[in-house]
T-cell receptor, first 113, second 115 residues
Framework: QQQVKQSPQSLIVQKGGIPIINCAYENTAFDYFPWYQQFPGKGPALLIAIRPDVSEKKEGRFTISFNKSAKQFSLHIMDSQPGDSATYFCAASMQTGANNLFFGTGTRLTVIP | NAGVMQNPRHLVRRRGQEARLRCSPMKGHSHVYWYRQLPEEGLKFMVYLQKENIIDESGMPKERFSAEFPKEGPSILRIQQVVRGDSAAYFC?????????????FGSGTQLSVL
């Protein structure tokens, strides 16, 4: 079954808008939550990541909000630009006992100039 | 410092043929992961290897698929007797240390098409 649920499937925003992508998980053993950005024909690239001991992490225009009790986390892109148009994947993993990332199904973001 | 190198970028095979996908990890990385991505889906873990050892193959189909990471040379994902359902993008990732998903660097993938 899908360990990490991601929504929406696609998103269109105007330049300067703030797209928000949401993810939810069930396994409380997850303790590492990265976001990956993927351009067509390329592999995913790590964008930003958070651990459950903090509720928010910001790097440049990208912010992760984390709600441990709700088992949800989201990506916000401030002042979005056309160059941000890509597919975004959330993921989750356990630092001990497991060797793999569980990915969401992806969100295709289009930023209109 | 070159990134994770995968080849070929595109591979076309007819049903029943064998597919070999290669992955050279980043310099200094001894941990390699293979993931498969179907259209409109996220990546699904297949196998995790260290040099000469398979550490976790819980995501590998039981038949026709195998992986290796020899002492010398790239990691190889091998698919025997391919079927149309094997058509997907296969991504390799490497990391300097194992465990979880930290510090994973992905290659650009191999797009396998089975006719």
């Amino acid at each position: 079954q899908q360990q990490v649920k991601q929504s929406p499937q696609s998103l269109i925003v105007q330049k300067g808008g703030i797209p928000i992508i949401n993810c939810a998980y069930e396994n409380t053993a997850f303790d590492y939550f990265p976001w990956y950005q993927q351009f067509p024909g390329k592999g995913p690239a790590l964008l930003i990541a958070i651990r459950p001991d903090v509720s928010e992490k910001k790097e440049g225009r990208f912010t992760i909000s984390f709600n441990k009790s709700a088992k949800q986390f989201s990506l916000h892109i401030m002042d979005s630009q056309p160059g941000d148009s890509a597919t975004y994947f959330c993921a989750a993993s356990m630092q001990t006992g497991a060797n793999n990332l569980f990915f969401g199904t992806g969100t295709r973001l289009t930023v209109i100039p | 410092n070159a990134g994770v190198m995968q080849n070929p970028r595109h591979l076309v095979r007819r049903r029943g043929q064998e597919a070999r996908l290669r992955c050279s990890p980043m310099k200094g990385h001894s941990h390699v992961y293979w993931y498969r991505q179907l259209p409109e889906e996220g990546l699904k873990f297949m196998v995790y290897l260290q040099k000469e050892n398979i550490i976790d193959e819980s995501g590998m189909p039981k038949e026709r698929f195998s992986a290796e990471f020899p002492k010398e040379g790239p990691s190889i994902l091998r698919i025997q007797q391919v079927v149309r359902g094997d058509s997907a993008a296969y991504f390799c990732a490497s990391s300097p240390s194992g465990g979880g998903g930290e510090k994973l660097f992905f290659g650009s993938g191999t797009q396998l098409s089975v006719l």
